[in-house]
């Protein structure tokens, strides 16, 4: 009789909330076990007793993916708890709408700590663990992470980074037996913008300013992007809306920087407000005179 397979460990950043929470109930239906980082440790425990109560084993972790050496501590808490580790899933992340000449030096700087270095940070002490496992590493990036996003200047540096690490990581690691998914969502019914920062990095900027007319529910995301990871996907364009951008940024640049202007201005003149500097001409300076700020989204990513 062939060896029963232990129940694969899946570790989510930014499980809190968002993408996270419904990745982590998704991948709970198949009975993983799972590890739950997030800032917000009220809600990862919420989370955790959940999870417990329907017989999935769960461990909450509380942690900042911009400090690395809690994310190494983490990591280490994996291998005590559970041995082993099958797939790495780098979600957390926050956003900024401002256009680029009214975004801060030090905006700029909150995005790639979160969105960019967070990510190396989970993943280089993920690595000797997924070598052994064969395992896999998943990357939530964003339509921005290939093309651009008017508006979002800081969010989509960040993100077309995280394409460039990973995508190198991949070819380093394939013959070492570990995978690399790349994720690029549209727009997803989170509560990621309305946590934004501004150009100054004010975080709460957006207010409720509209996102787009229609959005993929989290729980229908997170169905696709676990379907793409047990494929082995090396990039997942989990929407209709993702595989158009993606073939005609590739097309015609031009004509996606048009169709990208025109979708836009139907949202109501909320581009307008990001971009205008209306939050402030003097952002760049008060970014860096102010303390940086704690946003809570770090642990609750979305898209």
């Known amino acids: 009789m ?49 999870f417990t109560a329907a017989g999935i084993e769960a461990v909450a972790i509380g942690c900042d993916i911009t400090d690395e050496a809690a994310c190494r501590a983490a990591l280490r808490r994996v291998q005590e708890v559970f041995g082993r580790l099958d797939v790495l899933v780098n979600n957390a992340g926050i956003t900024a709408l401002a256009a680029f000449e009214h975004t801060a030096p030090a905006t700029f700087r909150r995005l790639w700590e979160v969105n960019f270095l967070g990510a190396i ?67 997803t019914d989170t509560a990621i913008v309305r946590r934004a920062l501004d150009g100054a990095g004010r975080a709460g900027a957006a207010g409720d300013a509209p996102v787009a007319s229609r959005m993929m529910a989290p729980s229908v995301l997170a169905d696709r992007i676990v379907a793409g990871v047990r494929r082995r996907r090396r990039l997942l364009l989990p929407s209709w809306t993702a595989r158009g951008a993606w073939w005609v940024s590739r097309v015609s640049g031009a004509l996606y920087d048009r169709l990208m202007r025109r979708n836009q201005a139907r949202m109501q003149g909320a581009v307008a407000r990001w971009t205008d500097g209306s939050r402030g001409s003097d952002s760049r300076r008060a970014a860096d005179s102010r303390p940086r700020p704690r946003s809570d989204s770090v642990g609750c990513s979305s898209r």
């Not at 062939?2 to 570790?11: H, L, S």
């Not at 930014?14 to 993408?19: L, P, Q």
């Not at 380093?172 to 790349?182: F, K, Y």
């Open 2 to 50: 062939a060896a029963t397979q232990p129940a694969p460990v899946v570790a989510i950043t930014g499980a809190a909330g968002g993408i996270g929470s419904a990745l982590a109930r998704r991948w709970a239906r198949d009975g993983a076990q799972l590890v739950l980082l997030d800032r917000d440790q009220d809600a990862l425990d919420a989370l955790a007793r959940e």
């Open 121 to 187: 940070h989970c993943t280089l002490p993920a690595l000797p663990l997924l070598e052994r496992s064969g395992g896999q590493v998943v990357v939530i990036s964003s339509v921005a992470g290939f093309a651009p996003l008017l508006g979002r200047a800081a969010y989509a540096a960040s993100k077309h980074a995280l394409h460039g690490a990973f995508d190198t990581l991949r070819a380093e690691w394939a013959a070492r037996g570990v995978g690399v998914t790349i994720v690029c969502p549209s727009y």
